[in-house]
């Protein structure tokens, strides 16, 4: 069973940054694409970035250019989001989320993903 685990939320000030982790669990993500989503109540739920299995490519959604960076450690079996100067926007729940695609750059598109993990909140105050 693919599981993804997500941690590294919380509550932080605007301007503030927090880094989320993305867990694989019984299986190594050599070979997957990862990406981060994330879904404000009453909102659709939106790909934020993506990273291909080796890391090579990397795409973001334009509100987050320059302030998100995502990384992979496949040693550690963990994809990385950090998030830089927060804003009360980026208000959400985060989802990592995967599919098997290896020597392929990544989409952000939902739809493409074939397993997801529960989420973790991020709270921004102004």
């Known amino acids: 069973q693919l599981q993804l685990v997500e941690s590294g939320g919380g509550l932080v000030q605007s301007g503030g940054s927090l880094r989320l982790s993305c867990a694989a669990s019984?299986?190594?993500?050599?070979?997957?694409?990862i990406g981060w989503f994330r879904q404000a109540p009453g909102k659709e739920r939106e790909g934020v970035s993506c990273?291909?299995?080796?890391?090579?490519?990397?795409q973001y959604t334009d509100s987050v250019k320059g302030r998100f960076i995502i990384s992979r450690d496949n040693a550690k079996n963990t994809v990385y989001l950090q998030i830089n100067n927060l804003k009360p926007e980026d208000s959400a729940v985060y989802h990592c989320?995967?599919?098997?695609?290896?020597?392929?750059?990544?989409?952000?598109?939902?739809?493409?993903?074939?397993?997801w993990g529960q989420g973790t909140q991020v709270i921004v105050s102004s």
């Open positions: 990273i291909s299995e080796r890391g090579s490519a990397t």
């Open positions: 019984g299986f190594t993500l050599d070979n997957y694409v």
């Open positions: 989320a995967g599919y098997w695609r290896p020597n392929a750059h990544c989409t952000r598109d939902k739809g493409r993903y074939e397993f």
